[in-house]
């Protein structure tokens, strides 16, 4: 597997692999997390151009999984890293993870930062895992309340959430 930047003509397929990797949620009674949509390709587009869009490209040179970043608070914050179901639990999550902090290091940023499901194995746990822990309350950032307060808006809070950070 090799990690780089996304191309303009790919991120039709990252749309694709959002979608896909979307269905587990409907297994765990979570319908509308399974059927909203990704983002769509202006906002694709905005993270390509912003240089914080990156794909994993399988060994058969197929896309497998997309990771994108906004910049919240002097961190890197992971807005999206889905992993297509088939290469899923393969490590490609954590590889993209791990790519993204290498970004934010060499950039000098301080951590990464992103927001979860508390209660979702592949969600908050998986990325205890991966070296990210729950932020306290007394510990969120403005930048970060804004983006709870723009997830609760759409409808996120119907589930436990929560902000974490990984310090690199």
């Known amino acids: 597997m090799r990690i780089r930047a996304a191309a303009a003509m790919e991120l039709p397929a ?3 692999i959002e979608r896909a990797a979307g269905q587990a949620f409907r297994g765990i009674g979570m319908p509308e997390i399974a059927d909203d949509e990704p983002f769509s390709l ?29 910049l919240v608070d002097g961190n ?23 790519h993204a902090a290498g970004r934010a290091a060499a950039a ?31 510990e969120i950032t403005p930048g970060l309340r804004e983006l709870r307060r723009r997830e609760a808006e759409h409808g996120l809070d119907r589930w436990p959430r929560v902000c974490m950070r990984r310090d690199l």
């Open 14 to 16: 990252l749309q694709d």
């Open 42 to 70: 202006d906002e694709l587009t905005g993270y390509r151009r912003a240089g914080r869009a990156w794909v994993a490209v399988g060994q058969n040179g197929r896309l497998v999984a997309y990771l994108v970043a906004d």
């Open 76 to 98: 890197l914050h992971v807005e999206q890293v889905s992993v297509h179901p088939d290469s899923a639990r393969r490590g490609v999550g954590r590889a993209m993870l791990e």
């Open 108 to 138: 000098s940023m301080p951590a990464l930062t992103l927001t979860a499901f508390t209660e979702v194995p592949w969600n908050a746990p998986y990325y205890e895992r991966c070296g990210f822990r729950r932020l306290a309350e007394a």
